[in-house]
């Protein structure tokens, strides 16, 4: 276990070391934001010195040992946007991102738990062909449409939920259902397979010999080992809620990282996209160790070394 | 912890209420901000699509973000809704001779934290802007060489060379009065997250992308503002903007497209209103020998195949003016012969190419910026289509802004060009900034020596009647000579409640105490 960690962690050094390069030319070759930053009337020679006060003069390698060498000291440069140190904005946006992702996880969870046992125990039924169809459904709704739509029907039809923005409980609403749709309907058809493989095992075929009521040999027995690949899928969908939030919180403007990040890419704000692609990549790896971890807990029969 | 499973318990608690298709209207408090009654507070709430860049007023060249803060902080002189110049924190003006202003402040203002207004601090953020070369706003203020402080109430502006523009310099972008004992004292990143002004609301509290809301100024010099909290919203995504409106959720939405605003008018409770704005339209044409668009009975051809007319009608919902000029009505030296008016005549065109020698047709690029401009895109697949029915093959290059951007810094299009500008000087003179042969080179390579003539000289001609015959010459041979064709100027679209009375500036600024309640 111990060895198991300390591998982890050691392999994080060069995969965060490739992913700041890999964003860093990324950023720096597709564009420049100087005339982005320059109103028309500038001159050239505006422009010449603007270049030169953001480094930008300096050839790229130049520019990438600065930029890791501020990096390794926590500073992630001065967002041109805003003319502050970067990180600090980043981080700003967390709560509000986490906030959703965490609620758009319930929904998920919510829908999907119970949908996806009554789909494998009823195997072939009215039921799980509706179940099923709708998670198809679900997964292939873009959540740009299913966004719009929801507060269509819900805000300007019934005036049930606010638009858009961060406040009450309200507002997190059409916004978490808009992002858990999908992860609800990958969900549930996660649940209604692993389910199916265990109802076929022997162990249950052994307590239904033995006579137990079918509920608790499906809540006892088969529910909670079908858990186990489902936890793992929770954690792996870390990177799905990331590439929903972006969309999904520029529709509700919901002010968290999401939006940050496409409002920087829009306006060539470099130090804020790599502050924010380094921060999520380390959330990405950090849920992805957190399911390994969780996994081999449940499963004891899994190994690491 | 706790928080989370509260979070998701009341969560549970929502989606059954929305299962059991309950549909009250929820969070009562969170509908209130479009009612304009917060514990009776009479609140205006505004939303835009995009958030305010932020408070260094120098640094930035964002409309919309100015918008917010003609309402935080006051010019020495404003324009009023007719473009009138008018006294602010200066009462009376003067020139001393060909460069010096003397201007009168205003005595007894005081900025939001106490401090009074004075000369030093026209002095400081005049200078701060003029003196440094990092911040976007220097280039239309380094033409100021210093501010003398003559005693507390009195100033004398003096510049470089004369500057007939100087009062249009001193009433947009940037000249915003800032207070310079607090500056000092409390450094300016202080400034920044708590900033200061004399207008006639103040800074109360700014979640990035989300919202910024000023509150009354019980303080302040002129009329007791009429609202006792604004909030500004940024909501990026069109259609959640013009749900918010619909709902009741905003009093006032921008930028709304073409295609909701029949939605909007035919929706209870709200209407439409559309507002000419300083934008224009144009295509830059270039000149560069051995471009096909070098010879001026093609660029002549071009003009008179499109159709702007139909543009306007059948893209922009209407919300446009046909134009051959960019110094449109409400700038200082328009030509009103050349506003409003089209040369749409493809049969003409047809003969013009034919005489050029390119009777079986001819090809050339038109590049396009695409989610930049309202309906950009659509208006350029539109010219497109246009030139094509008199024989121009124009192959269409759409681009995101920030490669059209990098490719109009590098002056690296081809023969078209679409693009759209503005004028914050509210003066003929900017309206030619790409058209002096020197600023021309590698772009469109217009080269008039009559043209550089009338514009240098009209650019420090203190008699403003002689500047205007300047100006409108130089728009007659523009005009004819085409280095860029100008198409229409646009309008801005608004979304406005039935319970506010709003009326659009020319500058789109949002002067709260110029919106009431009905």
Partial sequence: ?305 | MKRVSMISLVFLLALSALAAGCSQPAGNSSQADGQGMDDGEKVLTIASGNDIVGFDIHDHNNTSTEAVHVNMFNYLVRKDANQQIQPDLAVSWETVNETTWRFQLREGVAFHNGDPFTAADVKFTLERVAGDNKLLEYGNYKQIKEVKVVDEHTVDIITHAPEPVLLNRLSRLGSGMLPSTYIEENGWDHFLSQPVGTGPYKFSEWIRDDRLILVKNDQYFGDQPKWDKLIFRSIPEDATRVAELLTGGVDLAVNIPPSDLQRIEENQGTHTVQGSTQRVMLLAVRMTDGAVTADHRVREAIDLAIDEQAIVRNILAGGGTPTRTRVTPGNFGGHPDLYDTSLYDPERAKKLLAEAGYASGLELTLSAPSGRYLKDKETAELIMAMLGEVGIKANLELLEWSSFSSRYKSKTFHELFMIAYGNSMFDASLAFDRLFSERAKGETDYNNEEVDALLTEAEQNMNPAEREKQYQRAQEIVADERPQIYLFQMDANYGVSDRIRFQPRLDEMLLADEISLQ
């Fill in chain 1, 1 to 305: 276990m111990k060895r198991y960690l300390v591998k982890a962690l050691l392999q994080l050094v060069p995969v965060m070391f490739l992913i700041t390069l890999i964003v860093f030319v990324l950023v720096h070759v597709t564009g420049d934001p100087v005339d982005l930053m320059l109103a028309d009337t500038a001159t050239d020679e505006d422009r010449r010195i603007l270049t030169q006060a953001l480094g930008l003069d300096q050839p790229l390698h130049v520019q990438y040992v600065r930029f890791m060498s501020n990096l390794l000291q926590g500073d992630f440069g001065q967002s041109f946007r805003y003319d502050q140190p970067a990180l600090p904005i980043v981080l700003e946006r967390l709560p509000a991102s986490f906030e959703l992702a965490i609620a758009s996880m319930i929904v998920a969870t919510v829908i999907s738990i119970p949908l996806g046992i009554l789909s494998a125990t009823k195997r072939n039924s009215i039921f799980d062909l509706f179940i099923t169809g709708g998670a198809v459904l679900g997964k292939a709704m873009p959540n740009f449409w299913l966004g719009i739509m929801l507060i269509l029907m819900l805000s300007v039809e019934l005036g049930a939920f606010p638009v858009s923005g961060r406040g009450s409980l309200f507002h997190l609403v059409l916004p978490a259902l808009t992002l858990g749709t999908g992860i609800a309907a990958e969900m549930t058809r996660l649940i209604r397979s692993s389910m199916l493989e265990i109802l076929g095992q022997e162990y249950i075929r052994t307590a239904r010999s033995k006579g137990l009521r079918e509920a608790i040999v499906i809540n006892k027995h088969a529910f909670r080992n079908a858990l186990i690949p489902v936890v793992t899928i929770m954690a792996l969908q870390t990177s799905t809620l990331i590439g929903g939030t972006l969309i999904t919180e520029t529709i509700f403007s919901w002010p968290g990282m999401g939006q940050l990040v496409i409002q920087a890419v829009n306006t060539r704000d470099m130090a804020i996209v790599q502050a924010a692609v380094f921060v999520i990549a380390l959330l990405v790896i950090a849920s992805n160790l957190m399911a390994d971890l969780v996994y081999r807990y449940l499963d004891p029969r899994i190994k690491y070394d």
